[in-house]
Antibody
Framework: EVQLVESGGGLVQPGRSLRLSCAASGFTFDDYAMHWVRQAPGKGLEWVSGISWNSGSIGYADSVKGRFTISRDNAKNSLYLQMNSLRAEDTALYYC?????????????????WGQGTLVTVSS | QSVLTQPPSASGTPGQRVTISCSGS????????VYWYQQLPGTAPKLLIYRNNQRPSGVPDRFSGSKSGTSASLAISGLRSEDEADYYCAAWDDSLSGYWVFGGGTKLTVL
């Protein structure tokens, strides 16, 4: 059974940093690209970032480019999101999501499994 | 403002058929597959339709998807109370360096 468990969320002041983690199990982690997708309270879904199976291809939403860094450790079956210079508008539930393909943006790729999310609140 | 446009709400009575539209552009829906996600209250999104009209195993055939040009739609027939949820369309967008885009979501109410 595929399981994705996010952690690392919490309350943080504007301008500070936070690192999210996603522990994956139930599938061969290094066979798939992985993503972070967020959902602000009462709002819709927003893709944040994606990383290919071997970290060779990475993409970011414009809203986080230059501030967030995605990474993965295939030996630990883990996905990470380093979030710097946090803003109030980054407040959201952050989901880890598995892709069906090796690379981000593959023709037949999509998010087929999602974790339950970890809440990030940016406030003074 | 979302790149893909969905109606914010839809409704129907049990047994009815409802459709939810998703409008995009040539760089997303017009050139890539469309995906639909169902988000029940308080839960994570679940893949409902992939590659425009394919259903993952376990998804009832009451759910169907279609795509034409730069628009797509999700149809739910034989509406049931447990279908009350938020529905999101998604597609890869080829503009700039490429990125995933979502619709703003449609809240389906079963009256």
């Amino acid at each position: 059974e595929v399981q994705l468990v996010e952690s690392g969320g919490g309350l943080v002041q504007p301008g500070r940093s936070l690192r999210l983690s996603c522990a994956a199990s139930g599938f061969t982690f290094d066979d798939y690209a992985m993503h972070w997708v967020r959902q602000a309270p009462g709002k819709g879904l927003e893709w944040v970032s994606g990383i290919s199976w071997n970290s060779g291809s990475i993409g970011y939403a414009d809203s986080v480019k230059g501030r967030f860094t995605i990474s993965r450790d295939n030996a630990k079956n883990s996905l990470y999101l380093q979030m710097n210079s946090l803003r109030a508008e980054d407040t959201a539930l952050y989901y880890c999501a598995k892709d069906t393909a090796l690379i981000v943006g593959a023709t037949k790729g999509c998010f087929d499994y999602w974790g339950q999310g970890t809440l990030v609140t940016v406030s003074s | 403002q979302s790149v893909l446009t969905q109606p914010p709400s839809a409704s129907g009575t049990p047994g009815q058929r409802v459709t939810i539209s998703c409008s995009g552009s040539s760089s997303n829906i017009g050139s890539n597959y469309v995906y639909w996600y169902q988000q029940l209250p308080g839960t994570a999104p679940k893949l409902l339709i992939y590659r425009n009209n394919q259903r993952p195993s376990g998804v009832p055939d009451r759910f169907s998807g279609s795509k034409s040009g730069t628009s797509a739609s999700l149809a739910i027939s034989g509406l049931r109370s447990e279908d009350e949820a938020d529905y999101y369309c998604a597609a890869w967008d080829d503009s700039l360096s490429g990125y995933w885009v979502f619709g703003g979501g449609t809240k389906l109410t079963v009256l």
